[in-house]
Nanobody, 127 residues
Framework: QVQLVESGGGSVQAGGSLRLSCTVS??????????LGWFRQAPGKEREGVAT????????YYADSVQGRFTISRDNAKNTLYLQMNSLKPEDTAMYYC??????????????????WGHGTQVTVSS
């Protein structure tokens, strides 16, 4: 099973930036390549998708709430997934999880499609 380890979380003031990283132990389950994505969960709320990316990195999906502020990317040579977060808002405060799953369209990857989760990294944005 693919192993995911996040890093890069922290505390920042509103308007600031953070970059999350996720090391990925493998990109396939032996037959198919994993879609990768970032999800987040705030206290008392359900886990939600933030951004997902296709195997080759060409196709991406962003939640409406982060569109234009966050950028997802992957460096397959370095086995790393990134999430660049700019113009952070207090409502972005959450535990952020790296995720890997199988889906014929990676931009449609949702929570139920995820096979493996990282342990999460906390992002706190103060006003």
């Amino acid at each position: 099973q693919v192993q995911l380890v996040e890093s890069g979380g922290g505390s920042v003031q509103a308007g600031g930036s953070l970059r999350l990283s996720c090391t990925v132990s493998e990109y396939t389950d032996g037959r198919y390549s994993y879609c990768l994505g970032w999800f987040r969960q705030a206290p008392g709320k359900e886990r939600e998708g933030v951004a997902t990316i296709s195997v080759g990195g060409r196709n991406t999906y962003y939640a409406d709430s982060v569109q234009g502020r966050f950028t997802i990317s992957r460096d397959n040579a370095k086995n790393t997934l990134y999430l660049q977060m700019n113009s952070l808002k207090p409502e972005d405060t959450a535990m952020y999880y790296c995720a890997a799953g199988l889906h014929w369209d990676c931009t449609q990857l949702r929570t139920d499609d995820v096979n493996s989760w990282g342990h999460g990294t906390q992002v706190t944005v103060s006003s």
